[in-house]
């Protein structure tokens, strides 16, 4: 008989496998439903994005596993400032419909994690932005595009959203991707980017989490 100590969950119960997964399941069904019913009338009012953000705070918290954790992202940063503006809650709204979209499909973690991407194993560390060229491509919990250009672009590196090529040092791919690259608008830019990796151009594939650790 095992002499380590069960652990246990914040409501002192037996933190197994199955109860993890479990909890995880039910939480992304609750998030699917809940961007549902917000989206019902076709748009997001200032009270469901308010709503919505703090259901993600705190189911985040209690469960912090992907996509609550890159979705409470994309909240703080939109209500950093206190409050959530027409654009901010269109923005939102495309954060709702791509989690509607891709959760329907029976393994939803599995077709909508980056990591499922073709991506360099292992990543770069540390990463160096001075002066390289860096391709993104796909939707980024850090934000919209113009907030992940002016990211890169603090680093030192100069962001593009053009197909990568031979001068391309960074091809950085947002966490809101599926599985299914290869059919997607953004699949272009990936495929692109493996060929010239193939090459041996020096190209590096990233995960937005892993740029997102040097990301002021």
Not at 27 to 47: H, K, N, P, W, Y
Not at 131 to 138: A, L, P, R
Not at 149 to 156: K, R, Y
Not at 163 to 188: E, K, M, Q
Request: hydrophobic share 40%; with cysteine; aromatic share 8%.
């Amino acid at each position: 008989m095992s002499t380590y100590p069960t652990p246990l969950d914040l409501h002192g119960q037996p933190l197994q496998l199955f109860n993890r997964a479990n909890n995880t399941a039910k939480a992304v069904d609750q998030l699917v439903g809940i961007c549902t019913g917000i989206l019902a009338d076709g748009e997001v009012s200032e009270r469901e994005a308010i709503f919505f953000a703090e259901w993600v705070r705190k189911h985040a918290a209690d469960t912090p596993v992907w996509p609550l954790t890159a979705v409470l992202s994309r909240v703080e940063r939109i209500f950093e400032d206190g409050v959530c503006d027409a654009e901010e809650r269109a923005e939102l709204q495309e954060v709702m419909e791509t989690l509607c979209g891709f959760t329907q499909a029976p393994t939803p973690q599995a077709e909508t994690l980056s990591t499922a991407l073709p991506l360099c194993v292992p990543q770069p560390h540390p990463l160096v932005f001075s002066d390289k060229q860096v391709v993104v491509t796909g939707k980024f919990a850090y934000g919209a595009r113009t907030a992940v250009f002016e990211a890169i672009d603090a680093l030192g590196g100069q962001p593009t959203d053009s197909s990568p090529t031979r001068a391309t040092d960074y091809l950085v791919i947002g966490v809101f991707a599926s599985r299914d690259w290869i059919n997607t608008s953004h699949g272009r830019k990936i495929e692109k980017a493996v060929q010239l990796r193939d090459k041996g151009t020096g190209i590096r594939i990233l995960s937005e989490d892993h740029w997102r650790q040097f990301v002021k």
